[in-house]
């Protein structure tokens, strides 16, 4: 099983983004995906994650500006993004735990200008 993230890119402050990850192979429902953040020099930490039964959990900073949704039927995981801030510059990397099982997307780089 792997994860490809998708979306990331070159935003100004205030502006959206829409980040989408997708399991590929056979895994049946995940219990927990979302999104994490590392920024340069800075340790990984959590944006938003959400578990098989819709129920959400967001960084402080994620709080009413983003939003994470899942399609279960598809293994997929969606950040939507608004309101971005320059210190929301970061490499985000989709996130999966299933049982004893855990991966990490390859990251997708967000990049908000002041």
């Known amino acids: 099983v792997q994860l490809q993230a998708s979306g990331g890119g070159l935003v100004q402050a205030g502006g959206s983004l829409r980040l989408s990850c997708a399991a590929s192979g056979s895994i049946g429902v995940v219990h927990v995906m979302g999104w994490y953040r590392q ?7 959590l944006v938003a994650v959400m578990t098989n039964v819709g129920t959400p959990t967001y960084a402080a900073s994620a709080k009413e500006r983003f939003t994470v949704s ?40 967000v990049t908000v200008s002041s």
């Open 70 to 109: 899942r399609d279960n039927a598809k293994t997929s995981v969606y950040l939507q993004m608004n309101n971005l801030k320059p210190d929301d510059t970061a490499f985000y990397y989709c996130y999966l735990r299933h049982m004893s099982l855990e991966l990490w997307g390859q990251g997708t780089l």
């Open 39 to 45: 920024a340069p020099g800075q340790s990984r930490e």
